[in-house]
Every structure is written in C-alpha cells, then in structure tokens.
Antibody, heavy 119, light 110 residues
Framework: QVHLVQSGAELKRPGSSVKVSCKTS????????MHWVRQAPGQGLEWMGW????????HYAQKFQGWVTMTGDTSSDTAYMELTSLKFDDTAVYYC????????????WGQGTMVTVSS | QSALTQSPSASGSPGQSVTISCTGTSSDIGRYNFVSWYQQHQGKVPKLIIF???KRPSEVPDRFSGSKSGNTASLTVSGLQTEDDADYYCSSFAGNNNWVFGGGTKLTVL
C-alpha cells in the first residue's frame, strides 16, 4: 500500500523556521507530484504548493512565495516543506498529499504534522 | 486565487439525500474538469471521495456522486448514513499550476 509518514509535532518561536518531512513508500516517488496543504485550528484546507520529485521543480501558491521551500530527496523517497519567518497564524496542521496519476486530485494524504508557533 | 464558496453547513436524516454545492469562477471550476471532493471526519485526515468532477475511487461507496454545471460543482450523498457526518471540501485546479479549496461544509446527519 501507499503510505506517507510525516515527521512529528513542532513548537516554534515567531521568526524561526520549520522543516516538515514526508516519507513515502509503496510507489515510485519520482512518478507523482507531492502537494502540501495546511489547516489552521478549526479552519478549512489551504493549498500551499507542489514539488515534482522527478525534476525538482516546485510551484507555490502566491501567498507563500518567498517564504516556503518544497524539496524532494530521491535517495530516501522523502519530500520536505520548509516554512520560514514563522508567525503566530502559521499555527496549523501541515499535510503532504500525493497528486493523483494525472495530478488533478490529492489521492493519498500523510497523517499531518502539527506546527505551533508560540512565544 | 480566491477560495471556492461552500455553504458552511448542511444536514439530513438517515436515508435521505443531501447536496453540497461549491461555487467558483470561469477561471477554475468553469474552465477545468478537475474538481475533487474530500471527506474529513473530526480530527482525521482528509480522504478523496470524488475526482475529475464525477469519478469515485474504487473504495468509495456509490452513494457519493459528483456533478458540475457552469461555475458550480455539487456533491450528492444519497441514502445518508451516520458515518457520513463529517466536513466536506471541494477543490479545483485553477490554472497556472495552482489549486484552490472551498471553505468546507459541515454535514450533520440528524
């Protein structure tokens, strides 16, 4: 089966950075895009961007351009999302979600990583 | 890109049908047949239930169906069951390598 296993919860100070990992298994990592989606407490889903693990190319939602970086490590089949200059309202659960075969939906999701920004 | 618009809540009794709508624009839902729907139970991970407007993953019951007309997509849940009580999110490709979600609809099975 396809599995996406994310790194554990993080507590960060405002202005710091966080890097969340998403370890994949059960499929060929380079054949599917990986998306990142976040969900603030009690709020809806927000799409952040994608990484193409085959080319290393990435695209970010306009809101996150300049302070998010998505990467992939083909030696370990792991995707990463780094968010810098953290603010209080970056407190959220961050999900990795695999793009479907045609990359038109998010067919498998990681379990989520809670990132709390607090002073 | 702006979020898609969903009604905050919907409800129905077991056995009934309920339809949840998702309104976008001519730049997203109206232009592309890449609308998907996700079910999220409280405290759980979102689950894909509809993709490409009308298609269901094999493990999703056929009680769930999707459609689209113009800039509005819809999810219909027939024969409501208690386990359908959850939040539902629509999503659409929005062009220029971007995706967008709706704000979510909380479905309550009475």
């Amino acid at each position: 089966q396809v599995h996406l296993v994310q790194s554990g919860a993080e507590l960060k100070r405002p202005g710091s950075s966080v890097k969340v990992s998403c370890k994949t298994s059960g499929y060929i990592f380079t054949q599917y895009y990986m998306h990142w989606v976040r969900q603030a407490p009690g709020q809806g889903l927000e799409w952040m961007g994608w990484i193409n693990p085959n080319s290393g190319g990435a695209h970010y939602a306009q809101k996150f351009q300049g302070w998010v970086t998505m990467t992939g490590d083909t030696s370990s089949d792991t995707a990463y999302m780094e968010l810098t200059s953290l603010k209080f309202d970056d407190t959220a659960v961050y999900y990795c979600a695999r793009g479907s075969l045609l990359n038109d939906a998010f067919d498998v999701w990681g379990q989520g990583t809670m990132v709390t920004v607090s002073s | 890109q702006s979020a898609l618009t969903q009604s905050p809540s919907a409800s129905g009794s077991p056995g009934q049908s309920v339809t949840i709508s998702c309104t976008g624009t001519s730049s997203d839902i109206g232009r592309y047949n890449f609308v998907s729907w996700y079910q999220q139970h409280q405290g759980k991970v979102p689950k894909l239930i509809i993709f490409e407007v009308t298609k269901r993953p094999s493990e999703v019951p056929d009680r769930f169906s999707g459609s689209k007309s113009g800039n509005t997509a819809s999810l219909t849940v027939s024969g409501l069951q208690t386990e359908d009580d959850a939040d539902y999110y629509c999503s659409s490709f929005a062009g220029n390598n971007n995706w967008v979600f709706g704000g979510g609809t909380k479905l309550t099975v009475l």
